[in-house]
């Protein structure tokens, strides 16, 4: 098999669980918007991307823990092998931005629907807005970008897994976790004073493009979420050369 081959297998794979998924999902959606609902019926429901964002991270940690151990077992290279699973991630990242795009804008326009993206970018949440740089070609690499970058990040999660085991992962990452949550507000109560903490914010605001006098600038999320998916790809190639092949 060569790696066209091998990247159309992988494809091809995650076609028939991404459909299960959304059936699954928006079939649910449907079936809450058919119920009635004492109240106002034009009442907003959204956030569905982080079911998304959850599969995602299965199909990343997959793409190492089954495809690893199958594409090493028929004899291909380490580097084809990560090509592909790189291939693959930006491939379902496309799709499920196109799908979760068009539907979401069905669901708006039938009863009313907030995704992430609307959320995050809504005029009602931002104020004034002097200019946009939205249009359907930004929203899809906005998409593509977080999506693309949830797969590389939980891709790279299972190739640290595979190097220094689990219980030493999960103790490492809850202990992390355990820190920040006491470290955090005590920085923020007793040591950063309020300008700190809002230029903090402000460049928080800019790197999802909101911070910049009531313009929108979505390529600047874009870019970020891309330059993060590049930097977990690239120590993630340097741990897949490495990586163990016992399962």
């Known amino acids: 098999m060569k790696l066209g081959k091998m990247i159309k297998y992988s494809c091809l794979s995650v076609l028939k669980p991404l459909a299960i998924f959304y059936i699954i999902m928006y079939g649910i959606m449907t079936i809450i918007y058919l119920m009635p609902l004492d109240g106002d019926s034009g009442s907003y429901f959204g956030g569905m991307e982080f079911s998304c964002f959850i599969y995602l991270a299965i199909v990343g940690t997959l793409g190492f823990t089954e495809d690893f151990y ?11 092998i990560f ?10 990242s496309l799709i499920m931005s196109i799908i979760d795009i068009t539907i979401s804008h069905i669901f708006n326009i039938w009863k ?8 995050a970018y809504n005029s009602n949440f931002l104020g004034k807005i002097v200019s946009s740089d939205v249009n359907i070609i930004t929203k899809i690499l906005w998409y593509v970008s977080i999506y693309f970058m949830i797969c590389c990040i939980s891709y790279c999660c299972s190739l640290i897994i595979n190097r220094i085991g689990k219980k030493i992962f999960w103790i490492s990452f809850a202990i992390i976790i355990l820190l920040i949550f006491m470290i955090i507000p005590v920085l923020v109560n ?3 004073d ?3 903490l809002d230029n903090i914010m402000s460049f928080i605001r800019n790197i999802f493009g909101l911070g910049y006098k009531g313009k929108i ?18 120590i993630s190639f340097l741990l897949i050369r490495r990586a163990r092949c016992n399962r």
Do not use: D, E, H, W
């Open 194 to 196: 309020k300008s700190f």
């Open 112 to 119: 009313g629907y907030n995704s992430i993206f609307n959320t």
């Open 83 to 92: 090509l592909a699973n790189t291939v693959m991630f930006l491939f379902v």
């Open 217 to 234: 600038k979505t390529i600047i999320p874009i870019l970020s979420f891309t330059t993060l998916s590049l930097c977990f790809s690239g």
């Open 70 to 80: 199958m594409f090493i077992q028929n004899g291909f290279t380490r580097k084809k």
């Open 190 to 192: 007793f040591v950063f």
